[in-house]
């Protein structure tokens, strides 16, 4: 959970893995939510996905206007059977700055020794 942050014109990014074994129909899955808690504790639920990943995905959301409290939170499925949540990279930053980043880390070749 952070703090109280003003969390106008804000987004969050993060990357999250879900395993889970899904072998039971009509149970509650494994889920991971993005909560905001607002002064007056009102509680919104961002956005929530669940259901097993194969490799880390992104989640990427708006958040609402004013000041909230962030929640992620994570929701072993109901039968807890061999499940788990990992989350990495969390950032809240202005929407608009998401995606000026540019990949600092290709390597450049030189493809002159090819002709």
């Not at 930053?93 to 090819?114: A, E, I, P, V, W």
Request: proline content about 2%.
């Amino acid at each position: 959970m952070s703090s109280f942050l003003n969390t106008t014109n804000k987004c969050l990014e993060l990357y999250y893995w879900i395993r889970s074994v899904d072998v039971h129909t009509n149970r509650s899955l494994t889920r991971l939510s993005i909560i905001a808690i607002s002064e007056q504790l009102e509680e919104t639920e961002v956005v929530s996905v669940s259901g097993p990943t194969v490799d880390f995905i992104r989640l990427f959301a708006e958040l609402p206007e004013g000041v909230h409290r962030l929640v992620i939170e994570g929701r072993r499925d109901e039968l807890n059977i061999e499940c788990s949540i990992s989350v990495d990279d969390v950032a809240v930053m202005s929407c608009s700055r998401f995606g000026m980043f540019t990949c600092l880390s290709f390597k450049q070749y030189d493809n002159s020794y090819n002709n």
